[in-house]
Protein backbone atom coordinates (compact mmCIF):
# COMPACT_ATOMS: atom_id res chain seq x y z
CA UNK A 1 0.00 0.00 0.00
CA UNK A 2 0.97 3.47 -0.74
CA UNK A 3 1.68 5.70 2.81
CA UNK A 4 0.46 8.52 1.01
CA UNK A 5 -3.21 7.35 0.22
CA UNK A 6 -6.02 8.90 1.36
CA UNK A 7 -9.87 8.55 0.95
CA UNK A 8 -12.38 9.94 -1.20
CA UNK A 9 -15.74 9.75 -0.29
CA UNK A 10 -18.97 10.95 -2.42
CA UNK A 11 -21.72 11.94 -1.30
CA UNK A 12 -25.42 10.64 -2.57
CA UNK A 13 -28.72 12.05 -2.18
CA UNK A 14 -27.51 14.47 0.28
CA UNK A 15 -26.23 16.48 -2.49
CA UNK A 16 -30.07 16.37 -3.43
CA UNK A 17 -31.23 18.69 -0.55
CA UNK A 18 -30.99 22.01 -1.95
CA UNK A 19 -31.56 24.60 1.36
CA UNK A 20 -30.83 21.37 4.08
CA UNK A 21 -27.86 20.63 2.01
CA UNK A 22 -25.63 22.25 4.43
CA UNK A 23 -26.70 20.65 7.73
CA UNK A 24 -26.93 17.01 5.88
CA UNK A 25 -23.20 17.82 5.04
CA UNK A 26 -22.04 19.23 8.17
CA UNK A 27 -24.28 15.91 10.11
CA UNK A 28 -22.30 13.62 7.44
CA UNK A 29 -18.67 15.05 8.14
CA UNK A 30 -19.33 14.91 12.09
CA UNK A 31 -20.75 10.90 11.59
CA UNK A 32 -17.39 10.44 9.57
CA UNK A 33 -15.13 12.06 11.68
CA UNK A 34 -16.80 9.50 14.72
CA UNK A 35 -16.15 6.27 12.63
CA UNK A 36 -12.64 7.32 11.85
CA UNK A 37 -11.63 8.11 15.69
CA UNK A 38 -11.53 4.18 15.55
CA UNK A 39 -9.04 3.76 12.43
CA UNK A 40 -5.87 6.29 14.30
CA UNK A 41 -5.44 10.30 13.35
CA UNK A 42 -7.43 11.36 10.59
CA UNK A 43 -8.30 15.02 8.99
CA UNK A 44 -11.69 14.61 7.37
CA UNK A 45 -13.15 17.65 5.28
CA UNK A 46 -15.43 18.15 2.88
CA UNK A 47 -14.87 20.19 -0.67
CA UNK A 48 -17.11 20.19 -3.99
CA UNK A 49 -19.27 17.36 -2.34
CA UNK A 50 -15.57 15.03 -1.64
CA UNK A 51 -15.22 14.21 1.51
CA UNK A 52 -11.58 13.71 2.11
CA UNK A 53 -9.92 11.52 4.66
CA UNK A 54 -6.60 12.23 5.52
CA UNK A 55 -4.36 10.08 7.37
CA UNK A 56 -2.36 12.25 9.90
CA UNK A 57 0.09 9.63 11.66
CA UNK A 58 1.89 6.54 10.59
CA UNK A 59 -0.14 4.89 12.47
CA UNK A 60 -3.37 5.10 11.17
CA UNK A 61 -5.05 1.54 10.23
CA UNK A 62 -6.38 2.26 6.57
CA UNK A 63 -7.79 -0.57 5.95
CA UNK A 64 -10.20 -0.49 9.00
CA UNK A 65 -11.04 3.21 8.18
CA UNK A 66 -11.37 1.70 4.46
CA UNK A 67 -13.89 -0.66 5.32
CA UNK A 68 -15.56 2.08 7.88
CA UNK A 69 -15.78 4.32 5.13
CA UNK A 70 -18.22 2.12 3.60
CA UNK A 71 -21.01 1.58 6.40
CA UNK A 72 -21.14 5.24 6.91
CA UNK A 73 -24.78 6.32 6.04
CA UNK A 74 -24.98 8.65 3.09
CA UNK A 75 -21.84 7.63 1.08
CA UNK A 76 -22.58 6.68 -2.55
CA UNK A 77 -19.13 5.43 -3.12
CA UNK A 78 -15.52 5.07 -1.67
CA UNK A 79 -12.08 5.62 -3.91
CA UNK A 80 -8.51 5.28 -2.42
CA UNK A 81 -7.00 8.01 -4.14
CA UNK A 82 -2.66 9.36 -3.91
CA UNK A 83 -2.26 12.95 -3.71
CA UNK A 84 0.28 14.30 -6.19
CA UNK A 85 1.92 17.39 -7.82
CA UNK A 86 0.26 19.26 -9.95
CA UNK A 87 1.96 18.88 -12.83
CA UNK A 88 1.46 16.06 -16.15
CA UNK A 89 4.77 14.32 -14.82
CA UNK A 90 3.90 13.91 -11.34
CA UNK A 91 0.57 12.59 -11.95
CA UNK A 92 1.85 9.54 -14.90
CA UNK A 93 4.67 8.93 -12.13
CA UNK A 94 2.31 8.59 -9.92
CA UNK A 95 -0.35 6.07 -11.45
CA UNK A 96 2.49 3.92 -12.86
CA UNK A 97 3.12 3.32 -9.52
CA UNK A 98 -0.02 3.32 -7.88
CA UNK A 99 -2.22 1.26 -10.25
CA UNK A 100 0.41 -1.09 -11.30
CA UNK A 101 -1.29 -3.92 -10.07
CA UNK A 102 -4.52 -2.67 -11.33
CA UNK A 103 -2.86 -2.43 -15.05
CA UNK A 104 -1.65 -6.14 -14.17
CA UNK A 105 -5.03 -7.33 -14.45
CA UNK A 106 -6.68 -5.45 -16.89
CA UNK A 107 -6.51 -5.73 -20.94
CA UNK A 108 -7.95 -1.92 -21.29
CA UNK A 109 -7.91 0.79 -19.36
CA UNK A 110 -9.44 5.29 -19.90
CA UNK A 111 -8.72 8.07 -18.01
CA UNK A 112 -11.00 10.07 -16.81
CA UNK A 113 -10.20 13.62 -15.54
CA UNK A 114 -11.84 16.51 -13.38
CA UNK A 115 -10.06 19.79 -13.23
CA UNK A 116 -11.95 21.75 -10.38
CA UNK A 117 -8.75 24.31 -10.32
CA UNK A 118 -9.56 26.14 -13.87
CA UNK A 119 -6.56 27.83 -13.56
CA UNK A 120 -4.55 24.68 -14.11
CA UNK A 121 -3.04 25.30 -17.90
CA UNK A 122 -4.68 21.46 -19.58
CA UNK A 123 -8.31 21.15 -19.84
CA UNK A 124 -10.04 17.59 -18.55
CA UNK A 125 -9.58 16.02 -22.29
CA UNK A 126 -6.35 17.21 -22.58
CA UNK A 127 -5.12 15.51 -19.39
CA UNK A 128 -6.98 12.58 -20.51
CA UNK A 129 -5.39 12.25 -23.63
CA UNK A 130 -1.93 12.71 -22.11
CA UNK A 131 -2.04 10.59 -19.42
CA UNK A 132 -4.13 8.20 -21.11
CA UNK A 133 -0.76 7.62 -23.74
CA UNK A 134 1.97 7.58 -21.72
CA UNK A 135 0.08 4.83 -19.74
CA UNK A 136 -0.79 2.84 -22.77
CA UNK A 137 2.95 3.40 -23.66
CA UNK A 138 4.05 2.28 -20.25
CA UNK A 139 1.88 -0.79 -19.74
CA UNK A 140 1.26 -1.50 -23.47
CA UNK A 141 -2.41 -1.68 -22.36
CA UNK A 142 -5.25 -0.14 -24.84
CA UNK A 143 -7.12 2.61 -23.94
CA UNK A 144 -11.07 1.62 -25.23
CA UNK A 145 -13.36 4.02 -24.56
CA UNK A 146 -17.09 2.37 -23.68
CA UNK A 147 -16.40 -0.46 -21.03
CA UNK A 148 -13.03 -0.76 -20.48
CA UNK A 149 -11.76 -3.13 -17.59
CA UNK A 150 -9.80 -0.88 -15.43
CA UNK A 151 -10.99 3.39 -15.35
CA UNK A 152 -8.05 5.38 -14.11
CA UNK A 153 -9.34 8.85 -12.23
CA UNK A 154 -7.13 11.75 -12.29
CA UNK A 155 -8.49 15.31 -10.71
CA UNK A 156 -7.12 18.13 -10.45
CA UNK A 157 -8.07 19.98 -6.83
CA UNK A 158 -7.28 23.22 -5.18
CA UNK A 159 -3.52 21.83 -3.50
CA UNK A 160 -2.95 18.58 -5.77
CA UNK A 161 -3.76 16.52 -8.25
CA UNK A 162 -5.26 13.21 -7.12
CA UNK A 163 -4.76 9.91 -9.21
CA UNK A 164 -7.96 7.31 -7.92
CA UNK A 165 -7.81 3.91 -7.94
CA UNK A 166 -11.36 2.41 -8.77
CA UNK A 167 -14.16 3.40 -6.82
CA UNK A 168 -16.32 1.18 -4.95
CA UNK A 169 -19.82 1.19 -4.13
CA UNK A 170 -20.62 2.76 -0.10
CA UNK A 171 -23.71 1.95 2.19
CA UNK A 172 -25.85 4.79 0.53
CA UNK A 173 -29.04 6.03 2.04
CA UNK A 174 -28.73 9.32 4.06
CA UNK A 175 -26.52 10.33 7.10
CA UNK A 176 -27.59 8.93 10.45
CA UNK A 177 -29.05 11.61 12.48
CA UNK A 178 -30.51 13.74 9.61
CA UNK A 179 -34.25 11.57 9.68
CA UNK A 180 -35.31 11.50 13.30
CA UNK A 181 -35.02 8.80 15.91
CA UNK A 182 -37.19 5.63 15.76
CA UNK A 183 -37.96 2.78 17.98
CA UNK A 184 -37.07 -0.37 16.82
CA UNK A 185 -38.32 -3.64 17.94
CA UNK A 186 -34.88 -6.18 17.94
CA UNK A 187 -35.43 -9.82 18.78
CA UNK A 188 -33.30 -12.43 18.02
CA UNK A 189 -34.50 -13.00 14.88
CA UNK A 190 -33.24 -12.80 11.23
CA UNK A 191 -35.94 -9.75 10.40
CA UNK A 192 -35.49 -7.27 12.97
CA UNK A 193 -31.95 -6.62 12.38
CA UNK A 194 -32.19 -6.41 8.75
CA UNK A 195 -35.61 -3.99 9.75
CA UNK A 196 -33.64 -1.50 11.94
CA UNK A 197 -30.66 -1.30 9.43
CA UNK A 198 -33.22 -0.60 6.60
CA UNK A 199 -34.81 2.27 8.49
CA UNK A 200 -31.50 3.57 9.88
CA UNK A 201 -30.07 4.10 6.16
CA UNK A 202 -32.92 6.69 6.15
CA UNK A 203 -31.17 8.59 8.53
CA UNK A 204 -32.80 7.91 11.16
CA UNK A 205 -31.20 7.48 15.11
CA UNK A 206 -32.51 4.03 16.84
CA UNK A 207 -33.36 2.98 20.40
CA UNK A 208 -33.90 -0.43 20.57
CA UNK A 209 -36.06 -2.41 22.29
CA UNK A 210 -36.52 -5.61 23.59
CA UNK A 211 -38.76 -8.48 25.41
CA UNK A 212 -37.30 -10.77 27.23
CA UNK A 213 -39.41 -13.83 29.44
CA UNK A 214 -37.31 -15.39 32.03
CA UNK A 215 -36.92 -18.30 32.83
CA UNK A 216 -38.40 -18.97 29.41
CA UNK A 217 -36.17 -17.58 27.60
CA UNK A 218 -32.16 -17.30 28.47
CA UNK A 219 -29.27 -15.26 29.27
CA UNK A 220 -28.10 -16.58 25.83
CA UNK A 221 -31.06 -15.36 23.91
CA UNK A 222 -30.36 -11.85 25.50
CA UNK A 223 -26.55 -12.13 24.68
CA UNK A 224 -27.30 -13.42 21.27
CA UNK A 225 -29.57 -9.70 21.05
CA UNK A 226 -27.12 -7.59 22.55
CA UNK A 227 -24.43 -9.41 20.25
CA UNK A 228 -27.05 -8.38 17.27
CA UNK A 229 -27.06 -5.12 18.53
CA UNK A 230 -23.21 -4.42 18.29
CA UNK A 231 -22.97 -5.35 14.99
CA UNK A 232 -25.68 -3.05 13.88
CA UNK A 233 -23.20 0.11 15.55
CA UNK A 234 -21.73 0.00 12.49
CA UNK A 235 -23.70 1.48 10.28
CA UNK A 236 -26.40 2.90 13.38
CA UNK A 237 -23.89 4.02 15.31
CA UNK A 238 -24.33 4.09 19.78
CA UNK A 239 -27.50 2.68 20.95
CA UNK A 240 -29.68 2.11 24.29
CA UNK A 241 -31.13 -0.96 23.80
CA UNK A 242 -34.33 -1.64 26.57
CA UNK A 243 -34.59 -4.43 28.08
CA UNK A 244 -38.22 -5.10 29.18
CA UNK A 245 -39.24 -7.81 31.87
CA UNK A 246 -42.26 -9.58 30.19
CA UNK A 247 -42.82 -13.09 31.73
CA UNK A 248 -45.06 -11.77 33.87
CA UNK A 249 -47.34 -9.65 31.11
CA UNK A 250 -47.54 -13.40 29.41
CA UNK A 251 -48.06 -15.54 32.30
CA UNK A 252 -51.19 -13.32 32.85
CA UNK A 253 -52.80 -13.62 29.48
CA UNK A 254 -52.12 -16.92 29.63
CA UNK A 255 -54.12 -17.32 32.57
CA UNK A 256 -56.86 -15.26 31.90
CA UNK A 257 -57.37 -15.50 27.81
CA UNK A 258 -58.13 -18.03 25.15
CA UNK A 259 -55.43 -19.48 23.77
CA UNK A 260 -56.02 -18.66 20.04
CA UNK A 261 -55.18 -14.81 21.37
CA UNK A 262 -52.46 -15.87 23.14
CA UNK A 263 -49.81 -13.73 20.46
CA UNK A 264 -52.05 -11.35 19.22
CA UNK A 265 -52.68 -9.73 23.18
CA UNK A 266 -49.12 -10.31 23.59
CA UNK A 267 -47.73 -8.44 20.80
CA UNK A 268 -50.69 -5.44 21.82
CA UNK A 269 -48.70 -5.27 24.97
CA UNK A 270 -45.22 -4.87 22.93
CA UNK A 271 -46.59 -1.78 21.07
CA UNK A 272 -47.84 0.07 23.76
CA UNK A 273 -44.87 -0.59 26.06
CA UNK A 274 -42.76 0.41 22.83
CA UNK A 275 -44.61 3.55 22.96
CA UNK A 276 -44.28 4.57 25.79
CA UNK A 277 -40.63 4.16 25.29
CA UNK A 278 -41.00 6.25 22.30
CA UNK A 279 -42.73 8.94 23.50
CA UNK A 280 -39.86 9.09 26.36
CA UNK A 281 -37.07 9.45 24.47
CA UNK A 282 -38.07 11.85 21.70
CA UNK A 283 -38.83 8.88 18.90
CA UNK A 284 -41.32 9.50 16.67
CA UNK A 285 -42.44 6.31 15.03
CA UNK A 286 -42.09 2.39 15.53
CA UNK A 287 -40.10 0.20 13.64
CA UNK A 288 -40.87 -4.06 13.30
CA UNK A 289 -39.25 -6.52 11.28
CA UNK A 290 -42.86 -8.01 10.36
CA UNK A 291 -43.10 -9.31 6.66
CA UNK A 292 -46.96 -9.27 5.19
CA UNK A 293 -48.00 -13.30 5.77
CA UNK A 294 -44.97 -14.50 7.59
CA UNK A 295 -46.53 -15.94 10.04
CA UNK A 296 -50.25 -15.72 11.82
CA UNK A 297 -49.30 -12.55 13.56
CA UNK A 298 -48.84 -11.13 10.23
CA UNK A 299 -51.63 -10.77 8.57
CA UNK A 300 -53.11 -7.72 7.62
CA UNK A 301 -56.07 -8.58 9.89
CA UNK A 302 -53.45 -9.29 12.66
CA UNK A 303 -51.49 -6.76 12.12
CA UNK A 304 -54.49 -3.81 12.27
CA UNK A 305 -55.66 -5.36 15.43
CA UNK A 306 -52.26 -4.86 16.57
CA UNK A 307 -51.48 -2.12 15.53
CA UNK A 308 -54.85 -0.36 16.71
CA UNK A 309 -53.16 0.49 20.29
CA UNK A 310 -50.46 3.06 18.98
CA UNK A 311 -50.79 6.16 18.01
CA UNK A 312 -47.80 7.26 16.16
CA UNK A 313 -47.07 5.75 13.05
CA UNK A 314 -45.99 1.62 12.28
CA UNK A 315 -43.71 1.06 9.97
CA UNK A 316 -41.94 -2.19 8.79
CA UNK A 317 -39.64 -2.10 6.07
CA UNK A 318 -39.52 -6.00 5.40
CA UNK A 319 -43.28 -5.56 4.57
CA UNK A 320 -43.01 -6.55 0.75
CA UNK A 321 -39.80 -8.57 0.65
CA UNK A 322 -39.20 -12.18 0.20
CA UNK A 323 -37.20 -14.66 2.79
CA UNK A 324 -34.44 -14.88 0.33
CA UNK A 325 -34.08 -11.09 0.21
CA UNK A 326 -34.27 -10.50 3.83
CA UNK A 327 -31.65 -13.31 4.44
CA UNK A 328 -29.74 -11.76 1.58
CA UNK A 329 -29.61 -8.74 3.02
CA UNK A 330 -28.45 -10.10 6.46
CA UNK A 331 -25.87 -11.53 4.97
CA UNK A 332 -24.62 -8.38 3.50
CA UNK A 333 -24.75 -6.50 6.37
CA UNK A 334 -23.81 -9.31 8.69
CA UNK A 335 -26.31 -10.29 10.92
CA UNK A 336 -27.00 -13.99 9.58
CA UNK A 337 -24.73 -15.80 11.09
CA UNK A 338 -25.66 -14.36 14.83
CA UNK A 339 -29.50 -14.64 13.69
CA UNK A 340 -29.49 -18.06 13.40
CA UNK A 341 -28.60 -19.07 16.87
CA UNK A 342 -31.18 -21.35 17.69
CA UNK A 343 -32.22 -19.27 21.00
CA UNK A 344 -35.76 -19.19 21.98
CA UNK A 345 -37.58 -15.83 21.55
CA UNK A 346 -40.43 -14.69 23.91
CA UNK A 347 -42.55 -14.94 21.15
CA UNK A 348 -42.01 -18.46 20.60
CA UNK A 349 -42.91 -19.12 24.76
CA UNK A 350 -46.65 -19.98 24.48
CA UNK A 351 -47.47 -20.16 21.18
CA UNK A 352 -51.07 -21.01 20.59
CA UNK A 353 -51.71 -24.37 18.07
CA UNK A 354 -54.53 -22.01 15.62
CA UNK A 355 -53.52 -18.78 16.16
CA UNK A 356 -56.57 -16.42 14.92
CA UNK A 357 -55.47 -14.90 11.49
CA UNK A 358 -58.16 -13.38 10.44
CA UNK A 359 -59.02 -11.56 14.20
CA UNK A 360 -61.67 -9.56 15.11
CA UNK A 361 -60.27 -6.33 17.12
CA UNK A 362 -63.61 -6.26 19.41
CA UNK A 363 -63.40 -9.78 20.32
CA UNK A 364 -59.62 -9.47 20.71
CA UNK A 365 -60.64 -6.20 23.36
CA UNK A 366 -63.39 -7.66 25.10
CA UNK A 367 -60.51 -10.77 25.99
CA UNK A 368 -58.22 -8.42 26.97
CA UNK A 369 -60.58 -6.22 28.95
CA UNK A 370 -60.19 -9.31 31.73
CA UNK A 371 -56.18 -7.84 32.39
CA UNK A 372 -55.06 -5.26 33.95
CA UNK A 373 -53.22 -4.05 31.22
CA UNK A 374 -52.54 0.32 32.10
CA UNK A 375 -50.78 -1.61 35.74
CA UNK A 376 -48.99 -4.69 33.66
CA UNK A 377 -47.28 -2.27 31.23
CA UNK A 378 -46.39 0.17 33.86
CA UNK A 379 -45.21 -2.46 36.34
CA UNK A 380 -42.78 -3.47 33.23
CA UNK A 381 -41.77 -0.13 32.15
CA UNK A 382 -40.99 0.44 35.62
CA UNK A 383 -38.54 -2.72 35.76
CA UNK A 384 -36.75 -2.17 32.33
CA UNK A 385 -33.06 -2.24 32.19
CA UNK A 386 -31.29 -0.25 29.48
CA UNK A 387 -27.93 -1.18 28.25
CA UNK A 388 -25.80 0.58 26.79
CA UNK A 389 -23.99 -0.48 23.73
CA UNK A 390 -21.00 0.83 22.41
CA UNK A 391 -19.16 0.76 18.99
CA UNK A 392 -18.29 -2.75 17.82
CA UNK A 393 -14.38 -1.63 17.67
CA UNK A 394 -14.63 -0.88 21.46
P1 LIG B 1 -37.65 -11.71 13.69
O1 LIG B 1 -36.82 -12.53 12.80
O2 LIG B 1 -37.27 -10.28 13.64
O3 LIG B 1 -37.72 -12.27 15.07
P2 LIG B 1 -40.09 -13.05 13.02
O4 LIG B 1 -40.43 -13.28 11.63
O5 LIG B 1 -39.53 -14.15 13.83
O6 LIG B 1 -39.14 -11.78 13.10
P3 LIG B 1 -41.98 -12.48 15.11
O7 LIG B 1 -41.20 -13.27 16.06
O8 LIG B 1 -43.45 -12.71 15.00
O9 LIG B 1 -41.45 -12.55 13.62
O10 LIG B 1 -41.77 -10.95 15.39
C1 LIG B 1 -42.19 -9.94 14.55
C2 LIG B 1 -41.50 -8.67 14.96
O11 LIG B 1 -41.82 -8.34 16.31
C3 LIG B 1 -39.99 -8.80 14.95
O12 LIG B 1 -39.46 -8.57 13.68
C4 LIG B 1 -39.59 -7.76 15.95
O13 LIG B 1 -39.61 -6.46 15.35
C5 LIG B 1 -40.70 -7.86 16.97
N1 LIG B 1 -40.31 -8.79 18.06
C6 LIG B 1 -40.53 -10.11 18.16
N2 LIG B 1 -40.02 -10.62 19.31
C7 LIG B 1 -39.46 -9.57 19.95
C8 LIG B 1 -38.77 -9.42 21.19
N3 LIG B 1 -38.53 -10.45 22.00
N4 LIG B 1 -38.35 -8.20 21.53
C9 LIG B 1 -38.56 -7.14 20.71
N5 LIG B 1 -39.20 -7.22 19.56
C10 LIG B 1 -39.66 -8.42 19.17
MG1 LIG C 1 -38.89 -13.77 15.93
Same mark, same amino acid.
Given at each position: ???????????????????????????????????????????????????????????????????????????????????????????????????????????????????????????????????????????????????????????????? =???????????????????????????????????????????????????????????????????? =??????????? !???? !???????????????????????????????????????????????????????????????????????????????????????????????????????????????????????????????????????????????????????
Amino acid at each position: MNNNEILLLKLGEVVLKGLNRRSFEDKLVSNVRRRMKHCGSFQVYIRQSTIYVEPQTEECDMEAAYKAARQIFGIVTVARAVPCDKTMDAIVETAKTYLADEFAKAKTFKVESRRADKQFPMNSIQISQYVGGELAQFFHKKAEMHTPDLTVYVEIREKH =AYVHAPSVPGAGGLPIGMGGRAVSLLSGGLDSPVSSYMIARRGVELEMVHFVSPPYTSQQALDKVLEL =ARLLTVYCGRM !IVHI !IPFTEIQEEIRRQCPEEYFTLIMRRFMMRIAQAIAKDHGAKCLVTGENLGQVASQTMDAMAVTGAVVDIPMFHPLIGMDKEEIVTRARKIGTLETSILPYEDCCTVFTPKHPKTKPVLALVEAEEAKLDVDALVADALANTEKVAIRYYED
